[in-house]
């Protein structure tokens, strides 16, 4: 039945998710509030949420335009339950921000197929990673993933090799400037904390360790079953498949060295995850498994809550 009703792209389900996404909200700010009710309090939780409504919005539609899926909703439901199921993400204003902000270069990356001002969207993509680099440091692994796009997408040349550079140094510099001028490159280094945690013991709570071994089961097994059709015969799909399962180890990776270590950085994994389960789906011709994984990823997000 949830498999049928996410199959199709209709504003009704689409607002069945952003409730779905309130839901969430609501009750992480329940279980995990500890600030007493305010204006302040109120603003600041109403300015997160838009931003998780406008994630929804600019993912759906970077997966719409470029076809990363076909016309469904699995990919945009998927990330509301990894969001809801790692729920610390929730709050953490610079892992949204940095994410919201990635989304846009992700936009431009993928968009390198169609061969439209390529120059433009190299740049464009840069810049966004050098704005989410000063807001998160690791952020910066992602400008790897602009010259696989370069790559795959049969956009090598010099100057295409260049630009990524100059667009990923321009905000930097212009922030340095700022910082040059106010007197405070205190807080311009302080930008480029490459601190590494490999400290997983957080994940060894049931909390974690059930949904992520659950999600990397499904993840693997999507990655299995899909890959060889789409690059043995999906002409389409296949430099784009390829780019994303190279998000999908730039964020792991990103992850694994991460200072954070209490689930919200996790959310840096949900794109990925969430077209390569949805790819999954929706060339899957049993109606049943379908609904018994997303059922069964629906019941463990509202699990961890009690765990």
């Known amino acids: 039945m949830i498999a049928n009703f996410f199959n199709k792209s209709k504003p009704v389900n689409i607002f069945s998710i952003i409730t779905l996404l309130l839901m969430y909200f609501f009750i992480s700010i329940f279980l995990t509030n500890s600030s007493e009710f305010s204006i302040h309090f109120l603003i600041e939780r109403t300015v997160l949420f838009s931003c998780y409504v406008l994630f929804l919005f600019i993912f759906k539609f970077i997966v719409d335009k470029n076809k990363l899926t076909e016309d469904n909703l699995f990919s945009l439901f998927l990330v509301v339950i990894l969001v809801g199921t790692f729920s610390e993400a929730l709050f953490l204003n610079y892992i949204i921000f940095s994410n919201l902000i990635l989304l846009l270069s992700f936009r431009k990356i993928y968009s390198l197929r ?29 400008l790897l993933l602009i010259y696989i796009g370069i790559l795959m997408y049969q956009k090598v040349s010099l100057k295409n090799l260049m630009i990524p550079i100059i667009g990923f ?51 693997g097994w999507s990655i299995i079953g899909v890959t ?25 990776i990103i992850v694994l060295v991460s200072p954070i270590k209490n689930g919200a950085e996790l959310f840096y994994l949900a794109f990925p995850i ?20 997303l059922y069964l990823f629906l019941i463990i997000s509202a699990s961890v809550y009690f765990l």
């Open 114 to 142: 169609s061969g439209i001002n390529t120059k433009i969207k190299l740049f464009d993509a840069a810049i966004w990673v050098g704005i989410s680099t000063l807001i998160f440091s690791w952020s910066i692994f992602y």
């Open 169 to 219: 140094l321009t905000p930097i510099f212009l922030y340095f400037t700022y910082n040059f001028y106010v007197d405070d490159l205190a807080s311009f280094y302080s930008r480029f904390n490459y601190e590494i945690n490999v400290n997983f013991e957080a994940y060894n709570s049931n909390r974690f360790l059930i949904p992520i071994a659950f999600t990397t089961i499904i993840l």
């Open 228 to 252: 060889p059709k789409i690059v043995l015969v999906s002409n389409r799909l296949k430099s784009s498949w390829i780019v994303l399962l190279c998000q999908l180890l730039i964020s792991t």
């Open 274 to 293: 969430a077209i390569i389960i949805a790819n999954f789906l929706q060339r899957n011709n049993s109606i049943i498994l379908n609904n018994l994984i």
